[in-house]
């Protein structure tokens, strides 16, 4: 079994960064594949990207490329945002796994707002 | 990319009945590679399913999956108050992972 546990809640102006984190423990967390899904106030899933276990590979979604950065040390998952805007208005969730996503942590809301 | 269009959007029974959520996708999807997700209100998503029928751990057998190709079905045989929550589908065999919009499945 594996715990995430991500950071807190934050609130950035339009044009600004967030950086995000993603605690791990329980598990042999450098085995895992990570990635970062969020979801919009009412809306769905949207897969970000993907981390290998060593962190010296990623893959971003097409639409975040060029503004995200997905890192990691030994227990814990970073993603950079850069130039948020008002639709990045989201909940933040990172989850373990390769093909499927089998441990979750509990979401960080960031609020894009001037 | 893989588009995922789930089927209803929503979803009104009763405890007891039968429910059945459908899964499309746009392009065929090997049956290792299609999950799916429970999320509650205010909850992160909770894996219900993978390899298209394997059950995750701590979920009932009376969640099920089945499909192949590009059409995919999670029945849930006799709902309980604790199923009433939103669905996805996920197809996990391609970058960039996609998931379905989801089906609520609602109290009638």
């Known amino acids: 079994q594996m715990q995430l546990v991500q950071s807190g809640a934050e609130l950035r102006k339009p044009g600004a960064s967030v950086k995000l984190s993603c605690k791990a423990s329980?598990?042999?967390?450098?085995?895992?594949?990570m990635h970062w899904v969020r979801q919009a106030p009412g809306q769905g899933l949207e897969w970000m990207g993907i981390i290998n276990p060593s962190g010296s590979t990623t893959s971003y979604s097409q639409k975040f490329q060029g503004r995200v950065t997905m890192t990691r040390d030994t227990s814990t998952l970073y993603m950079d945002l850069d130039s948020l805007g008002s639709d990045d208005t989201a909940v933040y969730y990172c989850?373990?796994?390769?093909?499927?996503?089998?441990?979750w942590g509990q979401g960080t809301l960031i609020t894009v707002s001037s | 990319e893989i588009v995922l269009t789930q089927s209803p959007g929503t979803l009104s029974l009763s405890p007891g009945e039968r429910a059945t959520l459908s899964c499309r996708a746009s392009?065929?999807?090997?049956?290792?590679?299609v999950a799916w997700y429970q999320q509650k209100p205010g909850q992160a998503p909770r894996l219900v399913l993978y390899?298209?029928?394997k059950r995750a751990t701590g979920i009932p057998d009376r969640f099920s999956g089945s499909g192949s190709g590009t059409d995919f079905t999670l029945t849930i045989s006799r709902l309980e108050s604790e199923d009433f929550a939103v669905y996805y589908c996920q197809q996990n065999g391609n970058l960039p992972r996609t998931f379905g919009h989801g089906t609520k499945v609602e109290i009638k």
């Open positions: 989850a373990s796994g390769f093909y499927y996503f089998d441990f």
């Open positions: 390899s298209t029928f």
């Open positions: 392009q065929s999807v090997g049956s290792n590679f």
């Open positions: 329980g598990s042999a967390f450098t085995n895992y594949y």
